[in-house]
Nanobody
Framework: QVQLVESGGGLVQPGGSLRLSCAAS????????MGWYRQAPGKERELVAT???????NYADSVKGRFTISRSNAKNTVRLHMNSLKPEDTAVYYC???????????????WGQGTLVTVSS
């Protein structure tokens, strides 16, 4: 089996910065898209940012210019650097990846358990 484990959430003041990390583990052959999603209380889960194995990125309009997604294909990790945080960024952030297990041809969509980010003074 494969899994994603996030770390780095917490409480930060408005205007502050935070970095989230996510590591994939298991018998992994390849990872295609990796990304971050978030879900605020009472709202649906939404895309924050994605990055493909070649490095091309995609961001939600609400985080463009403030958040940066990066990945290490060698380490099977993805990070989200968040700057100029706002109270409306408060949410549970989930890591997501399309992972190919060794010995199979299919890609599994895998989610992490989520990490809480709270932006408040």
């Amino acid at each position: 089996q494969v899994q994603l484990v996030e770390s780095g959430g917490g409480l930060v003041q408005p205007g502050g910065s935070l970095r989230l990390s996510c590591a994939a583990s298991g018998i992994i052959s390849n990872i295609n898209d990796m990304g971050w999603y978030r879900q605020a209380p009472g709202k649906e889960r939404e895309l924050v940012a994605t990055i493909i194995s070649g490095g091309r990125t995609n961001y939600a309009d609400s985080v463009k210019g403030r958040f940066t997604i990066s990945r290490s294909n060698a380490k099977n990790t993805v990070r989200l650097h968040m700057n100029s945080l706002k109270p409306e960024d408060t949410a549970v952030y989930y890591c997501n990846a399309a992972i190919q297990v060794v010995g199979t041809s299919k890609y599994l969509e895998v989610w992490g358990q989520g990490t809480l980010v709270t932006v408040s003074s």
